[in-house]
């Protein structure tokens, strides 16, 4: 089975280098992207889009379930990491490391509790797959963070690869299944043309 793991497409907030709300929408930028995604991956094999319950994830998923007619749900599972009191400020204006495991933000969550809650989600991934068929596809749309932390906890990836990994908005990595962790794309943004392009990572 075939694993789309996607990152949303970019916000003004990506761009401006603001930490984004849960209610943060696509800039015109981002829902071009959307629909270049839809219509690259509008005829692949997906059965069902597990999908971030936050707005930007929501218009991105939008187009590419449209194309295909698949079975869509919302888990808060792929939230981005909770940035409590500092989302809404811009990355200049904060005075600290935010990205850094040891960063506590005030009614946020601690890079341990985000990590935890990645673990879950990918596990919960696990049990819808076991529903499916073994041909279908299962796509996830979710954000910057969530990404960078299944890549590098949950696959089979070298530090010298990881290192190399860029998560530009609507890049998608697709793995086999949870079994080998086979990565067939990794993210993978050839489905843009060269005048989009994206910025931010949460």
């Known amino acids: ?66 194309s295909l007619g698949c079975n869509l749900i919302y888990s808060e599972l792929f939230r981005e990491r909770n940035f409590g009191d500092i989302r809404g400020k811009h990355y200049d204006d904060i005075g600290e490391d935010f990205f850094h495991p040891d960063y506590q933000p005030a009614n946020g969550e601690s890079h341990s509790q985000f990590a935890r809650r990645v673990a879950q989600a990918w596990q919960s991934l696990q049990k ?26 949950h696959l089979a990836i070298s530090d010298e690869e990881l290192a190399k990994v860029d998560l530009v908005n609507t890049c998608v990595t697709v793995v086999t299944g949870f079994d080998d962790k086979s990565i067939i794309k990794l993210a993978d943004s050839s489905h843009l043309s060269e005048e989009i392009s994206s910025e931010g990572a949460v």
Request: some cysteine; proline content about 5%.
């Open 1 to 66: 089975m075939p694993i789309y793991l996607v990152r949303h497409g970019q916000t003004d907030s990506n761009r401006e280098r603001i930490i984004q709300t849960p209610l943060t929408p696509l800039s015109k930028l981002g829902e071009s992207q959307a629909q270049q995604f839809a219509n690259h991956y509008g005829k692949s094999p997906i059965e069902l889009i597990v999908c971030s319950d936050y707005t930007r994830t929501k218009q991105t998923a939008a187009p590419l379930q449209q």
């Open 128 to 153: 819808i797959e076991s529903g499916l068929a073994s041909d279908a596809g299962l796509l996830v749309m979710t954000h910057g963070l969530v990404l960078k932390e299944i890549i590098s906890t």
